[in-house]
T-cell receptor
């Protein structure tokens, strides 16, 4: 079965510091990986997906198949980045998202 | 708001009662998903529809749970004989079958069983 692990439930960094939210997955095939974000009192929304290889709001994530990881990074954190972040995967040919437990990111001023 | 909408936003019910939630997807989306999220966990898949056909159900969806999407538009999720363990946030999402798999989520229905 597929599984997504986010080892940090809470992460706190200062504004302007680099941020890395860790995500590891277990799946023998080639999954599609996503990061979803939920800002306070807002709905869950897609932040980025590995196949698009783009930077959204300064965030990037690289799929490392050797380490089965998809860590989310941002070089300089901003206060508006404070939110709940979920890593998720879809296995090839499937439709359902498998989510990690989430990491609550707090950016301190 | 033209996104996915869910009704009600909050529901408190007594154990043993039946509850029904509604989800209205983004109008052109033919896929509709239900997820459940308990405190401190990520969303867990329950079931999904493509148009009116229910194509996959999780083992989490016990026989007390039933979901329908009769006309391929809105969907309902019914829980019969609610238990305290059913207390959770129930999330609905929708997507297009073509053009990738980005799912758009509703704001959820928070169920509390007392």
């Amino acid at each position: 079965a597929q599984r997504v692990t986010q080892p940090e439930k809470l992460l706190s960094v200062f504004k302007g510091a680099p941020v890395e939210l860790k995500c590891n997955y277990s799946y023998s095939g080639s999954p599609e990986l996503f990061w979803y974000v939920q800002y306070s009192r807002q709905r869950l929304q897609l932040l980025l997906r590995h196949i698009s290889r783009e930077s959204i709001k300064g965030f990037t994530a690289d799929l490392n198949k050797g380490e089965t990881s998809f860590h989310l990074k941002k070089p300089f954190a901003q206060e508006e980045d404070s939110a709940m972040y979920y890593c998720a995967l879809i296995r090839r040919g499937a439709q359902k998202l498998v989510f990690g437990q989430g990491t609550r990111l707090t950016i301190n001023p | 708001d033209t996104g996915v909408s869910q009704d009600p936003r909050h529901k408190i019910t007594k154990r043993g009662q039946n509850v029904t939630f509604r989800c209205d997807p983004i109008s052109e989306h033919n896929r509709l998903y239900w997820y459940r999220q308990t405190l401190g966990q990520g969303p867990e898949f329950l079931t999904y529809f493509q148009n009116e056909a229910q194509l996959e159900k999780s083992r989490l969806l016990s026989d007390r749970f039933s979901a329908e999407r009769p006309k391929g538009s809105f969907s309902t999720l019914e829980i019969q004989r609610t238990e305290q363990g059913d207390s959770a946030m129930y999330l609905c999402a929708s997507s297009l079958a073509q053009g990738g798999t980005e799912a758009f989520f509703g704001q959820g229905t928070r169920l509390t069983v007392v």
